[in-house]
């Protein structure tokens, strides 16, 4: 199966009210672990790769040809989309070059005339080949991958400006931070979001920074037109433990246990379990 734009897919999820997941990919495992549980669990699923991921695995064309013969080596038969996370204007370029079928241009620090002319430059290029474009407004709190924010919460106008533009779904910071959440963060901005949501129509809106947000408010994001949820944090989190578990228990100098595959195989578990874990609490299982 081809890789699909995330348009008809978050379409579909914000008229029937659930969110499909974007699950950062750092490697081949990493990829291997989120396209068998989509596939098993029936569930509509995107694979975000931020710049620095992209750089990491060889380039943005290493990237979209891993993924796109992955799928199709492992039969995968969901709605599969590859989405650039947080790219630059040259980086969305790049990607809808590379074969991605969806690209966010993050142009969040960029005074609001600059964001929207930039934006709508990437959305006449991408919709021309047929690729879904995520547009940003307010910026996610935090670092990934280098990308810092402040946190900012978006300016619903604002969004509207954006979302008019053509764009087929839209992040809006609403007091989200990539990464862990402080012990003393408020929640997130669910009055923003809803004000968004009045103003933006019918827009799949999106939800970054998914690790670490309470599953009921998580829900209630959905119920507001969230339709795409971030995460990539906690996938880091459940692998590293697991490895770290292989190792304090002395796996690897028992048989075999010092083979890669050995190593990486309980971690690749816990990513499919985390997957599993937010998928149920998205919706979006047995969707596809
Ligand atoms: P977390 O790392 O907090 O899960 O956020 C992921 C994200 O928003 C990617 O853009």
């Known amino acids: 199966m081809k890789l699909v734009s995330a348009r008809d897919m978050l379409q579909t999820a914000r008229k029937e009210g659930y969110a499909v997941g974007q699950f950062n990919i750092n490697n081949l495992e990493w990829t291997k672990a989120i396209l068998e549980t989509a596939q098993e669990m029936r569930s509509p699923v995107i694979l975000g790769c931020s710049g620095g991921a992209g750089k990491y695995m060889g380039g943005f064309k290493t990237v979209a040809s891993m993924v796109q013969a992955m799928v199709e080596s ?68 935090g670092e990934e991958d280098g990308i810092i924010g402040n946190g900012e919460v978006a300016d619903p106008q ?78 880091q989190y459940a692998f590293a433990q697991t490895l770290r578990e292989y190792f304090e228990q002395g796996k690897d100098k028992i048989g075999k246990g010092f083979d890669p595959r050995k190593i990486i195989a309980p971690g690749m578990e816990s990513i499919k379990a985390t997957v599993k874990e937010k998928m149920t609490i998205f919706g979006s299982i047995n969707r596809a």
Not at 208 to 225: D, K, N, R, V, Y
Request: hydrophobic share 45%.
């Open 74 to 141: 492992l039969k995968i038969t969901v709605p599969v989309c590859l989405h650039l996370d947080h790219g630059s204007y040259e980086q969305a370029i790049e990607c809808m070059d590379a074969g991605f079928s969806s690209v966010m241009f993050d142009g969040s620090h960029y005074p609001i005339a600059e964001n929207i002319q930039k934006t709508k430059e990437i959305v006449a290029m991408a919709h021309a080949k047929g690729i879904s474009v995520e547009a940003e407004v307010g910026a996610i709190g």
């Open 158 to 235: 604002e969004c509207k400006l954006i979302a008019d533009l053509g764009v087929d779904l839209l992040a809006a910071g609403i007091g989200n931070i990539h990464g862990s959440y402080p012990a003393d963060w408020p929640g997130l901005r669910l009055d923003v979001l809803k004000e968004v949501q009045q103003l933006t129509g019918q827009m799949p809106l999106v939800l970054h920074g998914g690790t670490g947000i309470p599953a009921a408010m998580i829900q209630e994001s959905i119920a507001l037109g969230v339709s795409k949820i971030n995460v990539n944090t906690e996938l």
